[in-house]
């Protein structure tokens, strides 16, 4: 069974950091680019971050640049998503999903999704 899994999601202050993990079983994530997505209440889903299958192309939100650094252990068959510098309307249900090869903004390119993990950012 295919299969993602994120964690590493809970509730921190502003400013605080969190990581976010992405864990694959059932087929290896060498092949697949990750997309971290987010959605908040009452708001679509959206690209945050993506990384490549190679791990040579990264890309953020123009919300998260410079807070936030995506990587991935092939080893591990696991994608990290970093967190720094968090604010409040960083609060939102977080997924990971994967898709061939290359990057996507595109929810609807991505092949596998996560359940989604809950970071809530407050005082």
């Known amino acids: 069974q295919l299969q993602l899994v994120e964690s590493g999601g809970g509730l921190v202050q502003p400013g605080g950091s969190l990581r976010l993990s992405c864990a694959a079983s059932?087929?290896?994530?060498?092949?697949?680019?990750i997309g971290w997505f987010r959605q908040a209440p009452g708001k679509e889903r959206e690209g945050v971050s993506c990384i490549s299958s190679s791990g040579g192309n990264t890309n953020y939100a123009d919300s998260v640049k410079g807070r936030f650094t995506i990587s991935r252990d092939n080893a591990k068959n696991t994608v990290y998503l970093q967190m720094n510098s968090l604010k409040p309307e960083d609060t939102a249900v977080y997924y990971c999903?994967?898709?061939?090869?290359?990057?996507?903004?595109?929810?609807?390119?991505?092949?596998?999704w996560g359940q989604g993990t809950q970071v809530t950012v407050s005082s």
């Open positions: 059932g087929f290896t994530l060498d092949y697949y680019a």
């Open positions: 999903a994967a898709r061939r090869e290359y990057c996507s903004g595109y929810v609807d390119e991505y092949d596998y």
